[in-house]
């Protein structure tokens, strides 16, 4: 089983991918926040300068539906040393598909086409391709499947859902199963609503030859999930009864996961231009690494009011010592 790790724009930068791999690890591939423009910003080229990315295994991601645009953006990466860019059809935000990008792109499948029969024909880079399965309706998906039926991608990304859907409902595992059957020759991976290692039994349940996850929010909330989903899958397959978890040391974890904040925290403030867009950064992945804790609220509401480092870092501490850690009860 391969973990990627999902690009968020704005969380999942090179600071965090580093930090990432460097407590918990287990991921194959990591993802960039997407490229727009040829003329990259600073904080773009930050995301794929090799220095940023060490020991990394890193694809750079494009959003974009103008295939010169994307040729562009594909030979100034190229000159970074990369052989891997991926192409965002799935981010399902308004301001993006508004303008025919991302999941919107979707909407117009003979242009959809005509753009990947010129980025196949002429890009110096392998292309994968991050999709959803539609916009408004299932009955959308085959027709996409018969447009990437034609083109050599290095991997198909697919986000069972709706562009509609964002991230409400039920993923339809039957668009993937679909994807498996039309596309025996593209490598597939499952992207959607990985949280815990129960859930992932139950995706494996539903289509035991997924070989390949990526995991986005999961991660944010739970940094342990991949070691938790691995553990849990041990403990089930294995007839050594001494791999089994008797005991998780909790407090040792807990420092763990501090280290891994303390550097993150550490990184943005080194390249941020002062506290308040450091802190707008930490906030934004507290939103999700609360979630990790039990009854953090009281405590995250403290860090998304704290206005300079210091009360920042004295929120953090409490949360950090009063708050216990979240196991999913398969690991306990």
Same mark, same amino acid.
């Given at each position: 089983?391969?973990?990627?790790?999902?690009?968020?724009?704005?969380?999942?930068?090179?600071?965090?991918?580093?930090?990432?791999?460097?407590?918990?690890?287990?991921?194959?591939?990591?993802?960039?926040?997407?490229?727009?423009?040829?003329?990259?910003?600073?904080?773009?080229?930050?995301?794929?300068?090799?220095?940023?990315?060490?020991?990394?295994?890193?694809?750079?991601?494009?959003?974009?539906?103008?295939?010169?645009?994307?040729?562009?953006?594909?030979?100034?990466?190229?000159?970074?040393?990369?052989?891997?860019?991926?192409?965002?059809?799935?981010?399902?935000?308004?301001?993006?598909?508004?303008?025919?990008?991302?999941?919107?792109?979707?909407?117009?499948?003979?242009?959809?086409?005509?753009?990947?029969?010129?980025?196949?024909?002429?890009?110096? *880079?392998?292309?994968?391709?991050?999709?959803?399965?539609?916009?408004?309706?299932?009955?959308?998906?085959?027709?996409?499947?018969?447009?990437?039926?034609?083109?050599?991608?290095?991997?198909?990304?697919?986000?069972?859902?709706?562009?509609?859907?964002?991230?409400?409902?039920?993923?339809?595992?039957?668009?993937?199963?679909?994807?498996?059957?039309?596309?025996?020759?593209?490598?597939?991976?499952?992207?959607?609503?990985?949280?815990?290692?129960?859930?992932?039994?139950?995706?494996?349940?539903?289509?035991?030859?997924?070989?390949?996850?990526?995991?986005?929010?999961?991660?944010?909330?739970?940094?342990?999930?991949?070691?938790?989903?691995?553990?849990?899958?041990?403990?089930?397959?294995?007839?050594?009864?001494?791999?089994?978890?008797?005991?998780?040391?909790?407090?040792?974890?807990?420092?763990?996961?501090?280290?891994?904040?303390?550097?993150?925290?550490?990184?943005?403030?080194?390249?941020?231009?002062?506290?308040?867009?450091?802190?707008?950064?930490?906030?934004?992945?507290?939103?999700? *690494?609360?979630?990790?804790?039990?009854?953090?609220?009281?405590?995250?509401?403290?860090?998304?009011?704290?206005?300079?480092?210091?009360?920042?870092?004295?929120?953090?501490?409490?949360?950090?010592?009063?708050?216990?850690?979240?196991?999913?009860?398969?690991?306990?």
């Amino acid at each position: 089983m391969k973990f990627y790790l999902a690009p968020m724009e704005g969380i999942t930068t090179y600071i965090f991918r580093n930090a990432y791999h460097r407590y918990f690890g287990g991921i194959d591939k990591y993802f960039t926040p997407f490229i727009t423009s040829k003329k990259m910003n600073q904080r773009e080229r930050n995301e794929i300068l090799p220095e940023h990315n060490k020991n990394l295994t890193v694809v750079p991601q494009i959003l974009t539906n103008r295939a010169e645009e994307f040729l562009q953006i594909a030979n100034k990466i190229a000159e970074y040393g990369y052989k891997t860019v991926n192409l965002n059809l799935g981010c399902p935000s308004g301001t993006v598909t508004a303008r025919k990008r991302g999941a919107g792109f979707l909407s117009i499948p003979h242009e959809l086409d005509h753009f990947l029969s010129q980025i196949f024909e002429k890009s110096p *880079l392998n292309i994968s391709i991050k999709t959803r399965i539609g916009i408004e309706s299932i009955a959308e998906w085959p027709r996409i499947l018969e447009i990437y039926k034609k083109y050599p991608m290095e991997e198909l990304i697919i986000h069972p859902r709706l562009q509609k859907e964002f991230y409400q409902s039920t993923p339809h595992k039957e668009a993937f199963a679909s994807a498996i059957a039309m596309l025996p020759n593209t490598p597939l991976c499952y992207n959607g609503d990985i949280t815990s290692p129960n859930n992932f039994e139950k995706l494996l349940c539903a289509l035991p030859q997924t070989n390949c996850v990526m995991i986005g929010r999961g991660i944010l909330k739970n940094p342990m999930l991949t070691s938790q989903i691995q553990q849990s899958v041990l403990q089930k397959t294995s007839a050594n009864l001494s791999c089994s978890t008797d005991f998780v040391d909790t407090a040792a974890l807990k420092e763990v996961l501090k280290a891994f904040h303390n550097e993150i925290f550490m990184g943005y403030s080194e390249q941020m231009p002062g506290e308040t867009p450091t802190l707008f950064k930490m906030k934004d992945l507290w939103t999700y *690494l609360s979630e990790s804790f039990v009854a953090s609220d009281k405590h995250l509401k403290k860090i998304r009011k704290a206005s300079n480092y210091t009360e920042y870092k004295i929120a953090v501490n409490n949360l950090f010592r009063e708050c216990t850690l979240i196991f999913p009860p398969s690991i306990l």
